[in-house]
């Protein structure tokens, strides 16, 4: 039986994109440690701010950086060719009668 290439004979073999034990035994080390960091981090910070609470909150506005996305500013423009004449705003009741009241 000759090999075909992408083609196992070992039909209990690992599934496709299955991490292997020494790929997933790293990514449990530096999770660990990462944890440990973040715990040190946290009395780090701490230190930090009973000498320098200035300082300490410029160190968590960076780090919120991380952690929540920036928000993009969007900007507006164009021109009205015509004058408004009115504005008209309708307010729908949310009662069984849903009726429409103009203000």
Known sequence: MPFVKGKSGNIAGRPNGALN??????????ARLA??????????????RKQDPIEAAKIYLKLLEYIVPKKAAIELSGEINQRIQQI??????????????DI
């Open 21 to 30: 034990r020494s790929t997933e035994q790293a990514k449990l080390a530096v």
């Open 88 to 101: 008209s705003v309708n307010i729908q009741d949310g009662t069984a009668n849903q009726h429409l009241k």
């Open 35 to 48: 944890n440990q960091g973040l715990d040190a981090l946290r009395e780090d910070i701490e230190k930090i």
